[in-house]
């Protein structure tokens, strides 16, 4: 069993004063794997201090000592790529393709940083005066365990650009890809405190993060409900907030709609990660007139979607994360059958050939109400609800009845029509007749889903605050 007892302060690794023993899992065997000692309170004060300490000198690099400690990072991160994907697919179930494409994430978010800070204007004017985009400051950073490494490097990759220094308080699940990610940094040879990185509870090294007079800026991706305690943590000291939180998007599919391209695509953006993403599309819409045909298909294809152990290479839906998780998702299994909903395919337990380890059997509801709870609360695994609409109108109405917004999906056979109910959908991203990603686009949600946005110029605002000078001419 493997214990991981360091974390990274001060540009080193270092035992923390936190002795909290806390277990690892193998998701897809439900057996302990490893133990990461935790961080506490002194150990997260020591890390803003050090943070504190390298912020002015960070704050006066120039770009292109940025840029040189980025691309050390990126080489450091790219050299990882296979140890990254291998971590996540031991502690986490990511099936491979998934593992993979979370470790590029990784490496791309820091290659999208250099390209953006590059040409980024830190200088502009406004009317007489001059502006300065300057650093907002000490950086906390706080990601979950549904892409770990990724979120690491993304935020510290845009806060880095920006000039912050930064906390890293990853998941407490995901300390193997954490451990792989600070041995690149470590490599990278970056500046003490300049980055640092500390496993601990979200209760201990979280809460002191948020509520720390030092620290200026929070970026978060979480739940809805932890983001909600950080914005009030952070009243107090007025900090700045990236909240990237949850979803329950909506999957519009209009009439005119090829159904054998549409749907399953709309079943792809709905097990997204295993269900275990904040963007999937668990929410489809579907016009009654068409109805029984859509859900023939929606049924075939969510059969033919394989689930398994992350070693197998077709599988596309690995383990929930966790027990807790697992049970979690039979619970709002029990609850679609109790509110009435029609189980279309999947249900309670485990799928027949896989009897050990926290699978699910993919589901789908049918005849789903949007006031039921499984249409309303983000499960957070492979559980869809389809919802019957008349016209179009109603389908919008549907889609925006949620406290979320993070990102919604329409597929029609007239992209201008598809168009003009993406134009409708509250949220901070829509996929017209497509599953894909941009990077340099901003991502984030509306509502309840979160404040601000991550990725490309936009995620770079996001660290910095503008200061005018205005001069006696
Ligand atoms: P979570 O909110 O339970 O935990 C996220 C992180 O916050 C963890 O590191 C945790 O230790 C920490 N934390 C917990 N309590 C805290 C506190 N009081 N103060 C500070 N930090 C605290 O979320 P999770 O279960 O790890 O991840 C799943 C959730 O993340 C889902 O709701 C999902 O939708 C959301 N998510 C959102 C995005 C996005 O970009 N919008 C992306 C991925 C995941």
């Known amino acids: 069993?493997?214990?991981?007892?360091?974390?990274?302060?001060?540009?080193?690794?270092?035992?923390?004063?936190?002795?909290?023993?806390?277990?690892?899992?193998?998701?897809?065997?439900?057996?302990?794997?490893?133990?990461?000692?935790?961080?506490?309170?002194?150990?997260?004060?020591?890390?803003?201090?050090a943070a504190k300490a390298a912020q002015a000198p960070l704050s006066r690099t120039s770009k292109a000592e940025r840029i040189d400690m980025l691309r050390q990072l990126h080489a450091e991160i790219e050299r990882r790529h296979k140890a990254i994907m291998l971590a996540s697919m031991l502690e986490y179930g990511a099936p491979a393709k998934r593992a993979e494409a979370a470790a590029r994430h990784a490496t791309q978010s820091l290659a999208d940083a250099i390209e953006i800070l590059k040409s980024y204007e830190f200088e502009r004017k406004a009317g007489t005066a001059d502006v300065v985009m300057r650093p907002i400051g000490v950086a906390g950073l706080i990601t979950p365990w549904n892409s770990n490494a990724g979120f690491i490097c993304s935020k510290?990759?845009?806060?880095?650009?920006?000039?912050?220094?930064?906390?890293?308080?990853?998941?407490?699940?995901?300390?193997?890809?954490?451990?792989?990610?600070?041995?690149?940094?470590?490599?990278?040879?970056?500046?003490?405190?300049?980055?640092?990185?500390?496993?601990?509870?979200?209760?201990?090294?979280?809460?002191?993060?948020?509520?720390?007079?030092?620290?200026?800026?929070?970026?978060?991706?979480?739940?809805?409900?932890?983001?909600?305690?950080?914005?009030r943590a952070g009243a107090e000291t007025c900090k700045r907030v990236t909240l990237e939180l949850g979803g329950k998007s909506p999957t519009i599919i209009l009439d005119d709609a090829n159904l054998e391209k549409a749907i399953p695509?709309?079943?792809a953006a709905g097990f997204i990660n295993s269900g275990q993403a904040c963007l999937a599309g668990t929410r489809i819409l579907v016009p009654r007139s068409i109805q029984p045909a859509a859900e023939e298909?929606?049924?075939?294809?969510?059969?033919?979607?394989?689930?398994?152990?992350?070693?197998?290479?077709?599988?596309?839906?690995?383990?929930?994360?966790?027990?807790?998780?697992?049970?979690?998702?039979?619970?709002?299994?029990?609850?679609?059958?109790?509110?009435?909903?029609?189980?279309?395919?999947?249900?309670?337990?485990?799928?027949?050939?896989l009897p050990r380890g926290w699978?699910?059997?993919?589901?789908?509801?049918?005849?789903?109400?949007?006031?039921?709870?499984?249409?309303?609360?983000?499960?957070?695994?492979?559980?869809?609800?389809?919802?019957?609409?008349?016209n179009e109108e109603e389908a919008i109405s549907i889609a925006n009845d949620t406290t979320y917004?993070?990102?919604?999906?329409?597929?029609?056979?007239?992209?201008?029509?598809?168009?003009?109910?993406?134009?409708?959908?509250?949220?901070?991203?829509?996929?017209?007749?497509?599953?894909?990603?941009?990077?340099l686009a901003p991502f984030g949600g509306v509502k309840q889903s979160g404040i601000?946005?991550?990725?490309?110029?936009?995620?770079?605002?996001?660290?910095?605050?503008?200061?005018a000078i205005l001069t006696a001419i």
């Open 1 to 49: 069993m493997r214990k991981i007892e360091r974390v990274y302060v001060g540009g080193k690794r270092v035992v923390p004063h936190g002795t909290e023993l806390f277990h690892l899992y193998n998701p897809s065997e439900e057996k302990i794997i490893g133990q990461v000692r935790l961080a506490d309170e002194q150990d997260a004060r020591a890390a803003i201090a």
């Open 156 to 231: 510290v990759a845009y806060a880095l650009a920006a000039g912050c220094a930064s906390i890293v308080k990853p998941s407490e699940m995901s300390a193997f890809q954490t451990d792989v990610v600070i041995d690149a940094f470590l490599a990278a040879g970056l500046p003490p405190g300049v980055v640092n990185i500390l496993t601990g509870r979200g209760e201990t090294v979280g809460t002191v993060l948020t509520s720390h007079p030092d620290v200026a800026k929070i970026s978060f991706t979480g739940s809805t409900a932890v983001g909600k305690q950080i914005l």
């Open 265 to 267: 695509m709309a079943i």
């Open 297 to 353: 298909l929606i049924r075939r294809t969510v059969e033919a979607t394989r689930v398994g152990r992350p070693d197998d290479a077709d599988a596309v839906i690995g383990p929930m994360v966790s027990q807790k998780q697992w049970e979690r998702v039979q619970r709002y299994i029990r609850t679609g059958v109790a509110a009435g909903a029609r189980l279309l395919t999947g249900g309670e337990g485990r799928p027949k050939d």
């Open 359 to 390: 699978f699910v059997r993919p589901t789908v509801f049918t005849d789903v109400r949007n006031d039921m709870q499984i249409a309303q609360e983000e499960i957070f695994g492979p559980v869809l609800s389809v919802l019957p609409y008349d």
């Open 405 to 439: 917004g993070l990102q919604g999906y329409v597929f029609s056979a007239d992209t201008q029509r598809a168009l003009r109910v993406a134009e409708e959908i509250e949220a901070g991203r829509i996929q017209v007749n497509t599953l894909t990603h941009e990077p």
């Open 452 to 467: 601000g946005r991550e990725n490309g110029v936009y995620g770079l605002e996001a660290f910095l605050e503008p200061k």
